[in-house]
């Protein structure tokens, strides 16, 4: 039966949902609907049996939580989807609403999809194996998994678009974090660290005498004000970054082992001393590494770079993203310039740090001067480079590259030492050829950067033409 709309024409949102109900007679749904509301309490059985199955599912679901409520709740979410007189709208924003608890609680989509699969296969079963079904089963059953792949479709949908919400207000909060001051933190977090060891050697080392509620609060109210600060605020502004699993692990392995050991042998100081010791050795590790994620947290988290205040790689795939999207809606052209400087090592080696990062200081800023406040300079790498020239194709971005290379080798290099090298660069320019993927270009970048050190250095190399860069349209 087709579609009720002209090839071509607009089609609203559920569209496809009256089309897979209008695949079979309104007998075929009606004995559809009869046989998943027989059998739906042991469809909801093996559904979440395999969901069970999955270790990774187990902090979302237990065997009580399954059986008090989300049992019923798959029995009555298989009765309106299959119901062939529920409003299309309905059944569509139960989808979306499922979808919406699910990235909420971060159940993944492709487990709930594991558990469809076992869905269909066990209700096409039936279908094939009943007599009533003969002559149309063929068609049953695929009403059965179109239906199925639909509501996993819209909940997909719902999910990404809640799982993007929650990220962008996830990120925000961090941006929160960063606006505030992260020395006063940085300092206020090293205290109660500080505080938390000083405790423990009151009360398991010195012989103060304590009730059992002061106990309590000391070693274990001091502790949790550190360690919740870690488990619940850290875990949210230093995402991703190493040393917070490092920071988790010593303060499981102080609690764990060093605390035991230490209160045993309190009653002689002799033997208590060298755990004492570790203590300390434990704490300034863990001051350690909790400088080292403030570090991280201000250098990478803004998204730009200490030393030039250019924008570091943190956000090259964002933007790169968005430019070839750009390109591909608009049919603009862009280039990616990837650019080193020459002799950078001997450089650093032969004239030190401070000279050295001088040098890229003042490229950085040669570079930001050069270009047009419509694109976009990174910093890469110790003495890379990379910048986007948006809105230029070919022979605009070969002048932009030349330019910039002249321009660097004729700046004055300023140090405090008074010693001034002469600087140049070598670039490899990469024009945009249709391909999706940014880091296709990136490595045309990169590639044609290394055959222009390669062939001499100081100069300006071009990458060999991509699928479609050969006839890119020129912007001038």
Not at 14 to 39: G, I
Not at 362 to 373: G, H, K, N, P, T
Request: net charge negative; glycine share 6%; proline share 4%.
């Amino acid at each position: 039966m087709s579609l009720p709309f002209p090839p071509g024409a607009a089609q609203p949102a559920d569209a496809s949902w009256l089309h897979v109900r209008q695949m079979v007679s309104e007998p075929v749904r009606v004995q559809v609907q009869t046989l998943v509301q027989r059998s739906a309490a042991a469809l909801s059985d093996l559904f979440y049996e395999r969901m069970l199955s999955d270790p990774d599912m187990l902090r979302f679901l237990d065997h009580e939580i399954v059986n008090r409520r989300l049992h019923a709740s798959m029995v009555r979410w298989l009765g309106l989807l299959f119901d062939p007189a529920a409003s299309i709208p309905d059944t569509l924003e139960m989808q979306r609403r499922t979808g919406e608890v699910h990235a909420r609680i971060g159940i993944p989509h492709a487990a709930v999809a594991r558990g469809a699969r076992e869905l269909k296969r066990a209700i096409g079963q039936q279908l094939l194996g009943d007599p009533q079904a003969a002559g149309h089963a063929g068609q049953a059953v695929q009403y059965v998994y179109e239906l199925i792949d639909l509501a996993l479709d819209a909940m997909g949908e719902s999910a990404v678009s809640n799982a993007t919400r929650l990220l962008r207000s996830e990120e925000s909060y961090r941006m929160f974090f960063l606006t505030q001051d992260l020395r006063a933190e940085r300092e206020r977090q090293k205290s109660q660290l500080l505080e938390w060891a000083h405790q423990i050697l009151v009360h398991n080392y010195w012989d103060v005498v304590h009730d059992d509620a002061g106990a309590a609060g000391a070693t274990g109210h001091q502790v949790s004000q550190f360690k919740l600060w870690v488990e619940h605020k850290a875990a949210m502004m230093f995402e991703g970054v190493p040393e917070l699993a490092l920071l988790r692990a010593c303060i499981a392995s102080t609690e764990s082992g060093l605390l035991p050991r230490l209160k045993e042998a309190s009653a002689n100081h002799s033997n208590a001393k060298g755990i004492v010791n570790e203590l300390h050795a434990a704490v300034d590790h863990m001051k350690g590494l909790l400088g080292a994620m403030f570090d991280r947290l201000t250098a990478m988290e803004d998204g730009r770079d200490n030393l030039t205040r250019l924008l570091n790689r943190r956000y090259l795939p964002a933007i790169a993203k968005r430019e070839i999207d750009l390109a591909q809606s608009q049919s603009q052209p862009f280039a990616m310039l990837a650019i080193a400087i020459d002799s950078y090592a001997e450089i650093r080696h032969g004239l030190g740090a401070e000279v050295s990062d001088a040098i890229v200081a003042q490229v950085a800023d040669r570079l930001s001067e050069s270009v047009r406040a419509s694109d976009f300079v990174f910093r890469v790498g110790d003495s890379q480079f990379l910048v986007l020239i948006v809105e230029a194709g070919a022979s605009v971005t070969a002048t932009v590259a030349e330019e910039l290379r002249e321009r660097v080798a004729r700046m004055p290099v300023r140090t405090a030492s008074g010693i001034a090298p002469d600087i140049t660069v070598s670039i490899g320019l990469a024009v945009f050829d249709g391909h999706p993927d940014y880091q296709r270009l990136l490595e045309r970048a990169e590639l044609a950067l290394r055959e222009a050190q390669t062939a001499g250095r100081n100069q300006v190399q071009h990458a060999a033409p991509g699928l479609a860069e050969a006839g890119t349209r020129e912007n001038a």
